[in-house]
């Protein structure tokens, strides 16, 4: 299947900070990425759906000013979590869409894991 | 909305053995994908297995097959000759066929035992 690769795998930060988390789709083209929030032993909860060239989409209940979302091209999405806050700490996870073949499929990257001190 | 629900929060099975992990969902759209992921400690979530709404056949890939039951909202993954390294969390997920993101289910741990 194909690869999302995601950057940092780790990251702990002083309250206060901010923090960006990379998402790269490595073989194929995306232009739609999408980002999740879990929490430990829950479910992965949608934050929001980033297009390329255009504004992200948030869910309800997601920070937009907090949250920042950058999709500047077809295989790199990137999130910032603006003065970031302990409550903030968890493992974030991005997809990348791929419509190739028809087949309509999201891959997922390892996730990064934040704590915020 | 669209709803996903996994009923079964824990199952276990023994080593070479079939499970079947449970999986219902809620909408009123006709174009839809279903999935389940694997979730092991690892935190990666790796595709397991699509099915398209639209086709009646029930997907297979390998030791994992689905009984994909339209009309009901079901969607069950079984699981054929357990091994050790199935062991993990078990997702669930809906996809509306325009929008692309993924409604998860809370997930069903599996447990394989030796």
């Known amino acids: 299947g194909a690869v999302v690769s995601q950057h940092p795998s780790w990251v702990i930060c002083k309250s206060g900070t901010s923090v960006k988390i990379e998402c790269r789709s490595l073989?194929?083209?995306?232009?739609?990425m999408f980002w999740y929030r879990q929490f430990p032993k829950q479910s992965l909860m949608l934050m929001a759906t980033?297009?390329?060239?255009?504004?992200?989409?948030?869910e309800q209940g997601v920070e937009k000013d907090k949250f920042l979302i950058n999709h500047a091209s077809l295989t790199l999405s990137t999130l910032t979590v603006t003065s970031a806050h302990p409550e903030d700490s968890s493992f974030y996870i991005c997809?990348?869409?791929?419509?190739?073949?028809?087949?309509?499929?999201?891959?997922f990257g390892p996730g990064t894991r934040l704590l915020v001190l | 909305a669209q709803t996903v629900t996994q009923s079964q929060p824990e199952m276990s099975v023994q080593e070479a053995e079939t499970v079947t992990l449970s999986c219902t969902y809620d909408?009123?759209?006709?174009?839809?994908?279903l999935f389940w992921y694997k979730q092991p400690p690892s935190r990666q979530m790796i595709l397991v297995i699509r099915q398209e709404a639209y086709k009646q056949q029930n997907a297979t890939e390998n030791r994992f097959s689905v009984n994909f039951q339209k009309a009901a909202k079901s969607f069950s993954l079984k699981i054929s000759d357990s091994q050790l390294g199935d062991a993990a969390m078990y997702f669930c997920a809906y996809m509306r066929g325009s929008q692309g993101n993924l409604i998860f289910g809370k997930g069903t741990k599996l447990s394989v035992k030796p």
């Open positions: 980033s297009n390329e060239g255009s504004k992200a989409t948030y």
């Open positions: 997809s990348a869409r791929d419509l190739a073949g028809g087949e309509e499929t999201q891959y």
């Open positions: 909408t009123s759209e006709s174009d839809y994908y």
């Open positions: 073989d194929f083209q995306a232009t739609t």
